[in-house]
């Protein structure tokens, strides 16, 4: 900040608020249409997750029917746990230029971001992993 008058002092302010409302408005338009689509290897069920990793849609191929409905249970729990670290991972990158690694900012935006780990409460637990599945594939 600098040293000078207070009128040297305000258009620094002012400047300062513009640049930061203008990388609020750009993070906000990146994650206003945002989705991760995540597609089993076996293309029997596709998952696309919004920005906080909520399910915004599924889809099911026919293979489906050959499955158990435990095995099915998994393999969709699976895909939207890892479209939903895939999103919450891009929300982040969205925000870090807005927030950077203000510990504050993070835990204020955290509800809204979905999990960030694979640890077994974001529902990525890999003993319960779907046969055949890869984690990171991306369709």
Known sequence: MPHGSDDDILRYLDTDVAKLSARAQRAAEVVAGYSVTQ???????????????????????????????????????????????????????????????????????APFIGPTDNSPSSGLNPKTAAPGFRTGHRP
């Open 39 to 109: 597609v089993a290897p076996d293309r029997s069920v596709t998952v696309t997750v919004g920005p906080g990793g909520n399910l915004l849609d599924i889809a099911f191929g026919r293979s489906v029917g050959t499955m158990s409905p435990q095995r099915l249970a998994t393999l969709v729990m699976k895909l939207v746990g890892e479209a939903s670290l895939r999103a919450s991972g891009d929300v982040r990158a969205a925000f870090a230029d807005l927030v950077g690694e203000n510990p504050v900012a993070i835990d204020v935006l």
